[in-house]
């Protein structure tokens, strides 16, 4: 079983929709999660790391379900500058950072 | 604020010839780490190194080489390129306790 597995979509939404995106992880031990959002192939920035609280930054909201083992990434009120691939992310035991296949959004006019 | 700093952007190789590709960061970080990305496959890990003389494979580690003499530096060497390495090339760095990691902008490799 992969460590890390995506939806790798493309997700195809308006502009004002909601949409979200699911990480299911493999490894029980893991500890930070964040989710990352890289444009066209460029370098992945960080969006925001994933408390197991559950946290929001404006139209963001990231939660953490140990019990399941996924994380999940809500975008609300969706933007054209949205459009971009999301990727999910944790450090595994040892401080290795492993990235998810990326999920693909596409917001249009 | 230079961060973190890959060169070249882009290369051309043969089959056969050897490279490297650079990467320094300016920000103290311990834990330095390298990338590639193919269509399809998100970013994979190739080595990383949890501090100056201290190295380990990753993914994918197969043909290529790092070390890491400097905090600031590590470079990743490329020992006879394929074209199965034609890719995109990351180098990463974060400070230890699970923190950020920062990206170069990346080498765009490609071996004809």
């Known amino acids: 079983r992969k460590e890390v597995e995506q939806d790798p979509g493309p997700f195809n939404v308006p502009e004002g929709a909601t949409v979200a995106f699911n990480c299911t992880y493999s490894n029980s031990a893991s500890q930070s999660f964040f989710w990352y959002r890289q444009d066209c192939r460029k370098e992945p920035k960080l969006l925001m790391s994933?408390?197991?609280s559950g946290n929001e930054d404006g139209r963001f909201t990231a939660q953490l379900n140990r019990a399941s083992q996924y994380i999940s990434l809500l975008i609300r009120d969706s933007k054209l500058s949205d459009s971009a691939t999301y990727l999910c992310v944790f450090y595994n035991q040892g401080g290795k950072l492993i990235f998810g296949q990326g999920t693909e959004l596409s917001v249009k006019p | 604020n230079a961060g973190v700093t890959q060169t070249p952007k882009f290369q051309v190789l043969k089959t056969g010839q050897s490279m490297t590709l650079q990467c320094a960061q300016d920000?103290?970080?311990?834990?330095m780490s390298w990338y590639r990305q193919d269509p399809g496959m998100g970013l994979r890990l190739i080595h990383y190194s949890v501090g100056a003389g201290i190295t380990d494979q990753g993914e994918v580690p197969n043909g290529y080489n790092v070390s890491r003499s400097t905090t600031e530096d590590f470079p990743l060497r490329l020992l006879s390129a394929a074209p199965s390495q034609t890719s995109v090339y990351f180098c990463a760095s974060s400070a230890p306790g699970d923190t950020e990691a920062f990206f170069g902008q990346g080498t765009r490799l490609t071996v004809v």
């Open positions: 920000m103290n970080h311990e834990y």
């Open positions: 994933v408390y197991s």
